[in-house]
């Protein structure tokens, strides 16, 4: 999966501390999705941006979570005050463009898997 | 509300024959369709996809067929190799607005030397 990169690789946080994953596309790549993974489950989406703006976030829980695209720099994903719950896995996808004629698939980085203690 | 279904959670098969995964999807708009081989404690790795404009599509040991009445896909691999072994994720996508993928739960395909 070498292009999308994702640090950290795993990450333990306490309940009630802050979580932030991070995401850098591959090059070329303006558009970055988030997807959660529980254990024996698919990926479910989150969230869709692109360079700063949010284009679909209906996958995102209503409180708690939020995510960013700036114009420099990688896209965060961002979790506060944890909670068991919460423990996943984490994975950032990019692509060059959307729909259309040639659709172009994601492409996926390693994740992060959440521990929450 | 599972809109893609994998039903099957294994398949094992013998190295050298044919593994046949399959899908099923409840979503009429879905209009492009993709598998994505997973391995443990990485990423899903995509494989091959299909536009709802067509009925096949084939690269190397790899074929996708759609059929759209039956709401239904499946990947073959001939032959198939013991690197094949792999959790593999059917997904799908419509193009109106988001480009976000609903996923299958996946399928643990064992390929034996």
């Known amino acids: 999966n070498a292009g999308v990169m994702q640090n950290p690789r795993h990450l333990v946080r306490r309940r009630g501390q802050e979580a932030r994953l991070r995401c850098s596309p591959m090059?070329?790549?303006?558009?970055v999705y988030w997807y959660r993974q529980l254990p024996e489950e698919g990926l479910k989406f989150m969230v869709y941006l692109q360079k700063e703006n949010i284009i679909d976030e209906s996958g995102m829980p209503k409180e708690r979570f939020s995510a960013e695209f700036p114009k420099e720099g990688p896209s965060i994903l961002r979790i506060q005050q944890v909670v068991r719950g919460d423990s996943a896995a984490y994975f950032c996808?990019?692509?060059?463009?959307?729909?259309?004629?040639?659709?172009?698939?994601?492409?996926f980085g390693d994740g992060t898997r959440l521990s929450i203690l | 509300d599972q809109q893609v279904k994998q039903n099957s959670p294994s398949l094992s098969v013998q190295e050298g024959r044919i593994s046949i995964l399959n899908c099923d999807y409840t979503n009429s708009m879905f209009d492009y369709f993709l598998w994505y081989k997973k391995y443990p404690a990485e990423g899903p790795t995509f494989l091959i996809s299909?536009?709802?404009?067509?009925d096949k599509n084939e690269d190397g040991r790899f074929t996708v067929f759609l059929n759209k009445s039956a709401k239904h896909l499946s990947l073959h691999i001939v032959p198939s190799q013991p690197g094949d072994s792999a959790v593999y994720f059917c997904a799908a996508s419509n193009q109106g607005g988001s480009e976000k993928l609903v996923f299958g739960k996946g399928m643990k395909l064992t390929v034996n030397p």
């Open positions: 090059k070329g790549h303006s558009h």
């Open positions: 996808a990019s692509s060059p463009r959307t729909g259309g004629a040639g659709n172009q698939p994601q492409h």
């Open positions: 299909i536009s709802s404009i067509k």
